[in-house]
């Protein structure tokens, strides 16, 4: 599996990544926005044998710079790709903060063992109802 930054020959790749990902509820990017986050924003995608297995989306401009989007394939789950991406995006960052479905444990479980701690709760964040926490990642906590 290599790290690497996307191209816009990714996009229907990635689109198709976050179709199987993410339901309407949860706010799924589109190829558009692909192509803008792409151009402007820090994104990094896991491959293996050419195929996307994985995805984060950073907005760096931020003062605490934050993790907009993570989305692992289907067939690649479990497998270390999101590992993997959050481990190579905390060696570039000094902060990191992030919003995650309270009913997303795994999410939440994986964020923990890297350090992230959770802030605050944000009641009917996304569109189904469903509360957010957000949780921050500090670099200066873990030295």
Known sequence: MTLQKPNLTDIKALFELESASFDKFNSPLSKRAFRY???KNFMLVAKENGEILGY???FAYLKAPRIYSLAVSPKARGKGVAKALISEV???FESLRLEVRVDNVAAINL???FGFKQIKTLSKYYDDGCDALEMLWLKREFK
């Open 111 to 113: 964020y923990k063992k």
């Open 56 to 58: 984060i989306l950073i």
């Open 37 to 39: 986050h792409i151009d």
């Open 90 to 92: 905390l060696s570039l």
